[in-house]
């Protein structure tokens, strides 16, 4: 009470300092050891890709599902799915394998954003995906930075040329392998004074260099009647369809695909171009297309990197399996570079026995494989998978109205890379 | 004959896309005339009229008599929509500056886009001209596309009865009077606001017929109204804002230089030029400088500097300036310390992605502030020097020295110097005109980063070989610098954004600022007394534009590289909505508004329930507080404490959902 207040109130107090000081002393020292814990882990402590042990495979599925090609897209996010679940299932498959999936949008920005997504918060290990050339290269930088497995969707040559480091593997057929399909056929059947028109970004100009170079050494004949360049993503093409028109050209060489080479044919039938000259394009058999297209795709010719109907290697189980996972859909060439690709790097994998990316990169050049195409590998000095190609011919189908492919020639592996051999890559590793 | 033919050829084409775009601009032209609203969204309307089209067709009518159905049918629901959209969000809006429209209508496309998506997907749809047009004409052995002469057919037709309603009829003849001044309509005793609803489902309806007509060509896919509403606005600026002649000629004179200059490539001592792209938006930065009004528009109509004032943030917080500025050094602390709980309550993403990027929109969303909330110059092309800040920093470090700080240097130089030059060229013009000629340079540049693609790598973009380093004051590379997760870069981008907060605050609190405050509040009166406005002006653009150039370079080190779409229009706009979602005229507000702009993205995205169709949800967002918090976010405590003063006290009236543009403006920043 308060006459004794003051004396009760200094004892208290110093009672209570004691007390303090010693509750003070034993907490810190748990507080110490509390925080050496935190420290472990502080900054991010070890990062997801180092660690040894078993390991778990982290796929990063990046596609395109918006943007100028989000119609190809989605094809190879599901061979992606289709290769990820059957490695899963697999017995003799000793890892564990999961993806995350990420829209690229036909953008290198986005690309990026979304790859740095998935390694630093997914904790992605191997990356595959895009379809545009120019988002697979900025992906290509990406995966030597940050030390990840990357395989390109892409198909210019630069990207296991110029651009290529040990890090990237390409399962995608690139365009000097098409263009050792197309462009023999095309000069030697189909006309030899050829209009080139691109869509002026990497893939498009790659299929201008390494067609017209293969076609001059193919026919003394050859002559170019003219180039034409668009904008990725344009969507009006009269101007140069026109020109193209009151040319003397005989075949003209379509270096584009997806949504931009269904309007460019569409709208080329539309104002009689297809009667007048063959239309060719790399990518013309392409599901995707074809479908688009209907009865305008009848008449012209296109590069096959795959078809459904091919009978070599895995290819009749993969289809099978496909229809199954998809609800009785067919695998299209994207989806077969989202299958083939993990499941070409899983075998890497498996031989190397680590899922560390650095490891496998040192395993995978050169070594043989069964796949889809048969054996196969990716080539040891631009890690460019050696598949074989296709010229095709669209022809009207017995029922309904998507054309059909008729193979008019193959080339096996060895002979689809002959023009493009090792020292004339610009790869450098 | 060649010659001759192929000419004809590209008359032909130039004419068929003219006749879109005059059906397109004629709507926005007449709807920015008569209601002085700048409809962004007017390039989704354009879409939705071919979606709908597809519908129609896609029902049993099928190919055929479907596309004469969807002609009638589908423009009369866009019309429909059009209204409802008037009547539910751009009403409120009146009386607001102009700036306001724009905001809303971006956030109308963000939502429009999203819909499409939803309901129809995102892959492009193949829709064709019906099997009766199909095919080819040979008329005097002149062969061409049969529809491409209905398409001119046809949208002659419709703009000429668009012309005979606009003469001929009661409604006509009060849109034109409205177009040239509104106040004497009303004095007249015509209720005008009744007509606005009819005006725009005119326009939406217009605009709709032109995507079916289009979509015949190209199929339908979501983007196709991004596509055009860039080339619309350049053509009503050309022609004129509110004069349905200028959207004809100018519709069709775009349409054939587009189409000529795409074929045609002139050169000039052995260089080819190709101009495709550039002349019209030269065209259009042209015509603003010298005949601001347009071809066809008259000056008596329209007066460029009017509509409400610009609202800002400044002076409405209830937060003391002492417990703001505790609460910026205590958001400064967590910021530094972030990094350390990597690994602890996140990822490295958070950290090193996520608040990298919000900072770096912050810097880019102060630089505008600086411009827009202070000096109320409302730039739409403010990309322009975040993009070529972007550039300078790749180019210099690929090709020159590979210092990132030397590069960061000359990004805010070359921000500066361009901002000098626009601005000089710029400031001459006032109001929605300055708007649209900061857009035109904007735009220029992304032309050219195609065009230059010797230096640009066009599409491609500047990705390999991009590696800077920390020379001359460490020799390590960016992104090697690091303890575990904790990445210098961060830190670099902290100090940085920081420092240009401190820096911009510094130069506001100074005389400078007051003047560039008066100058927003009323350049009139600021000139009268005594003071040079537009050089003012001019150096408020240098320092924005600068601040955007650091901020640019930032991005191209943090993203790994630069690309076309760095200069890409929508980031105009995402800037100018941060800015105005934190309260513009703080400085601090717009980073604020990054700040939640790029954590609201995350965490839509990431939300089972939004998702896909995040954009959408972010443009309700907006059009939300474009209506009823267009202060911004520094401004909620206010609005809270205003609405709960007014319940409390006077009993009686009911606020209405309008803001109080009419009170006098707060003095002071923070």
């Known amino acids: 009470m308060p006459e004794n207040h003051g004396q009760e109130t200094s004892d208290e107090r110093r009672i209570d300092r004691r007390r303090v000081l010693k509750t003070a002393g034993a907490g810190t020292l748990a507080g110490v050891s509390g925080l050496a814990g935190c420290l472990e882990g502080l900054g991010g402590g070890t990062t997801a890709t180092e660690g040894g042990g078993g390991g778990t495979i982290t796929y990063g599925v990046l596609n395109p599902i918006s943007g100028a090609y989000k119609g190809l897209g989605p094809g190879q996010r599901n061979g992606s799915k289709l290769a990820i679940k059957q490695l899963q299932n697999d017995d003799d498959f000793e890892y564990d394998i999961e993806a995350v999936y990420k829209d690229t949008g036909t953008s290198s920005e986005t690309a990026t954003q979304v790859a740095t997504e998935a390694v630093d918060k997914d904790g992605a290990n191997f990356l595959v995906g895009a379809i545009s050339s120019s988002v697979a290269g900025a992906l290509n930088g990406f995966a030597q930075e940050n030390e990840v497995i990357y395989n390109p969707g892409g198909a210019a040559v630069p990207l296991t040329g110029e651009q290529c480091n040990e890090w990237v593997f390409r399962a995608e057929t690139n365009t000097a392998q098409i263009a050792e399909a197309v462009a023999g056929y095309t000069v030697n059947n189909l006309g030899s004074n050829v209009w080139f028109h691109i869509a002026n970004y990497a893939y498009g100009t790659s299929v201008l260099d390494r067609t017209e170079a293969r076609m001059k050494q193919e026919s003394a004949d050859y002559s170019r009647a003219g180039l034409t360049k668009s904008k990725l993503g344009a969507s009006n093409y009269d101007s140069y369809i026109s020109e193209i028109s009151n040319s003397d050209a005989d075949v003209v060489v379509l270096g584009m695909t997806g949504g931009d080479l269904i309007t460019f044919v569409k709208q080329a039938v539309s104002k009689g171009l297809n009667e007048e000259v063959t239309l060719v394009s790399p990518t013309m058999t392409f599901a995707v297309v074809l479908g688009a297209l209907g009865a305008d795709a009848y008449g012209t010719y296109g590069g096959v990197r795959y078809i459904p109907s091919l009978s070599t290697g895995d290819n009749p189980s993969f289809v099978e399996a496909y229809k199954d996972e998809f609800d009785g859909a067919v695998p299209d060439n994207f989806a077969r570079v989202g299958y083939q690709s993990i499941m070409m790097t899983a075998k890497g994998v498996q031989e190397a026995g680590s899922v560390d990316p650095a490891t496998v990169k040192d395993t995978l050049p050169g070594m043989e494989m069964s796949t889809i195409f048969g054996t196969n590998q990716f080539r040891e000095c631009d890690h460019q998978a050696m598949n074989p190609t296709w010229m095709g011919k669209i022809v009207e189908p017995d029922s309904g109205d998507v054309g059909t492919v008729e193979t008019v020639t193959k080339l096996s592996g060895e002979e689809a890379l002959s023009n493009l051999p090792c020292s004339e890559t610009g790869c450098s590793m | ?670």
């Open chain 2, 1 to 670: 004959m060649g010659l001759a033919t192929s000419l004809l050829d590209q008359l032909i084409n130039g004419l068929t896309v003219g006749m879109v775009y005059v059906l397109l601009a004629a709507g926005l032209s007449v709807i920015f005339g008569v209601m002085d609203v700048i409809n962004f969204a007017h390039g989704e309307l354009f879409a939705l009229g071919a979606y709908f089209a597809f519908a129609v067709v896609g029902t049993s009518l099928g190919a055929g008599t479907g596309f004469w159905a969807a002609l009638v049918l589908a423009p009369l629901g866009v019309a429909v929509a059009g209204a409802a959209v008037e009547r539910f969000t751009v009403r409120p809006l009146y009386g607001r500056d102009p700036l306001y429209h724009i905001l809303l209508t971006f956030g109308l496309v963000l939502i429009f886009t999203d819909a499409i998506e939803l309901v129809w997907g995102p892959q492009s749809l193949p829709f064709g001209p019906p099997p009766s047009l199909a095919g080819t004409v040979t008329v005097l052995g002149y062969t061409n596309s049969l529809y491409s002469y209905f398409v001119i057919a046809v949208g002659g037709l419709m703009a000429l009865a668009a012309y005979l309603v606009l003469t001929e009829t009661r409604f006509g003849l009060i849109v034109r009077a409205g177009s040239m001044d509104r106040e004497m309509v009303r004095h007249l005793g015509i209720d005008i606001d009744s007509y606005y609803t009819l005006v725009f489902a005119f326009g939406s309806l217009l605009a709709a017929f032109g995507g079916i007509v289009l979509a015949g060509r190209q199929g339908v896919d979501p983007a196709m109204g991004n596509r055009v509403i860039i080339p619309a606005f350049v053509i009503v600026v050309l022609g004129g804002l509110g004069s349905f002649r200028g959207a004809v000629v100018g519709g069709l004179g775009v349409g054939i230089i587009q189409t000529l200059t795409r074929t045609y490539k002139p050169s000039l001592l052995g260089v080819t030029l190709d101009l495709e792209g550039l002349v019209v938006f030269l065209l259009m930065i042209g015509v603003l400088l010298v005949r601001p009004q347009g071809l066809f528009g008259n000056p008596e109509w329209h007066d460029p500097s009017g509509g409400g004032d610009l609202l800002t943030g400044a002076g409405s917080g209830v937060l003391e300036q002492r417990l703001r500025s505790g609460l910026g050094v205590a958001l400064l602390a967590a910021l530094l310390v972030a990094p350390l709980g990597i690994g602890l309550a996140y990822s490295s993403y958070e950290v090193n992605t996520l608040l990298v990027t919000a900072m770096i929109w912050a810097l880019f969303a102060l630089s505008l502030d600086f411009v827009m909330g202070y000096a109320g110059l409302v730039s739409l092309g403010h990309v322009l020097f975040y993009g070529l800040g972007a550039y300078t920093m790749a180019l210099t470090v690929t090709r020159f020295v590979e210092s990132m700080w030397i590069a960061l240097v000359l990004a805010v130089i070359v921000g500066g110097v361009v901002a000098w030059g626009v601005g000089y060229l710029s400031i001459r013009v006032s109001g929605v005109y300055f708007s649209m000629i900061t857009l035109g340079f904007a735009e220029l540049a992304h032309q050219l980063t195609f065009t230059l693609s010797g230096i640009t790598n066009g599409e491609n973009g500047i990705y390999s070989g991009f590696d800077p380093t920390y020379w001359p004051l460490a020799a390590a590379r960016v992104g090697e610098l690091n303890w575990r997760e904790v990445h210098a870069f961060y830190y670099v981008v902290v100090v940085l954004v920081a420092g240009s907060y401190l820096v911009a605050r510094q130069l506001m609190r100074a005389p400078f600022g007051s003047v560039l405050q008066s100058i927003r509040e009323s350049e009139q009166r600021a000139t009268f007394v005594g003071y040079d406005t537009t050089a003012y002006k001019r150096r408020a653009f240098v320092v924005s534009g600068g601040l955007a150039g650091l901020a640019g370079g930032l991005a191209a080190v943090h993203l790994g590289g630069v690309s076309p779409e760095f200069l890409f229009w929508l980031k105009s706009g995402e800037v100018i909505v941060m800015t105005i979602l934190g309260g513009m005229g703080t400085l601090y507000g717009p980073m604020l508004g990054a700040g939640v702009f790029v954590g609201l993205e995350e965490v839509l995205k990431n939300s089972a329930l939004v998702g896909e169709q995040w954009q959408g949800v972010l443009g309700v967002v907006f059009v939300l507080f474009v209506i009823f918090v267009p202060r911004g976010l520094v401004a909620l405590p206010a609005r809270f404490e205003q609405l709960l003063s007014e319940r409390a006290g006077g009993g009686g009236g009911t606020p209405a959902a309008t803001p109080q543009d009419e009170g006098a403006p707060e003095g002071g920043t923070d």
